[in-house]
């Protein structure tokens, strides 16, 4: 089972990413300093890195602690494959956003030594939008997760009788 484009569309997570850039379409002007933009992208960079690789180690955690009965009984009772495709559809969406920050960062940083000053607002917009919804995304796996550790601790419980 895959993660649905409705699902996706409706989560919590996509809509505040959605309103932030809207927000920031009717607030930026056309076009933005490199300065700002440089610096943004960096905090975007730094935020990114950290919580990519925090998830990655939590997903392959989580993966290689589940023995087959557990996956079984979750299966039947949380959908262990849709658990699965949460975490990697949320695994690719922070990867794109910290490449795309990168990208932007190092794309600004060479527009600004050759001293042009600014660049379209379309940049930071999918910026604005990437950047809240893979951290957002993350922290709604963070919750699946906590729901993944409760539902081992009702198998262990169940197991042992």
Same mark, same amino acid.
């Given at each position: 089972? !895959?993660?649905?484009?409705?699902?996706?569309?409706?989560?919590?997570?996509?809509?505040?990413?959605?309103?932030?850039? *809207?927000?920031?379409?009717?607030?930026?002007?056309?076009?933005?300093?490199?300065?700002?933009?440089?610096?943004?992208? =960096?905090?975007?960079?730094?935020?990114?890195?950290?919580?990519? !690789?925090?998830?990655?180690?939590?997903?392959?955690?989580?993966?290689?602690?589940? $023995?087959?009965?557990? *996956?079984?009984?979750?299966?039947? *009772?949380?959908?262990?494959?849709?658990?699965? +495709?949460?975490?990697? %559809?949320?695994?690719?969406?922070?990867?794109?956003?910290?490449? %795309?920050?990168?990208?932007? %960062? !190092? /794309?600004?940083?060479?527009?600004?030594? $050759? #001293? /042009?000053?600014? #660049?379209? =607002?379309?940049?930071?917009?999918?910026?604005?939008?990437?950047?809240?919804?893979?951290?957002?995304? +993350? *922290?709604?796996?963070?919750?699946?997760?906590? #729901?993944?550790?409760? %539902?081992? !601790?009702?198998?262990?419980?169940?197991?042992?009788?």
């Amino acid at each position: 089972m !895959s993660v649905k484009l409705r699902e996706i569309i409706l989560s919590w997570d996509f809509i505040i990413a959605a309103f932030v850039t *809207v927000a920031a379409f009717f607030l930026l002007d056309k076009n933005l300093a490199n300065a700002l933009c440089k610096e943004l992208y =960096n905090v975007g960079i730094s935020v990114l890195s950290i919580v990519f !690789s925090v998830y990655f180690a939590a997903l392959a955690i989580i993966i290689s602690s589940s $023995d087959d009965e557990f *996956v079984r009984f979750l299966e039947e *009772v949380g959908d262990y494959s849709k658990l699965i +495709a949460t975490f990697r %559809y949320t695994l690719a969406l922070l990867f794109v956003s910290l490449m %795309y920050s990168i990208a932007l %960062y !190092s /794309i600004t940083s060479v527009w600004i030594n $050759d #001293q /042009i000053l600014e #660049q379209p =607002n379309w940049f930071l917009l999918i910026f604005a939008f990437l950047f809240p919804y893979s951290l957002f995304g +993350a *922290v709604s796996v963070t919750v699946d997760a906590i #729901q993944y550790a409760k %539902y081992r !601790s009702e198998f262990l419980a169940k197991s042992k009788r």
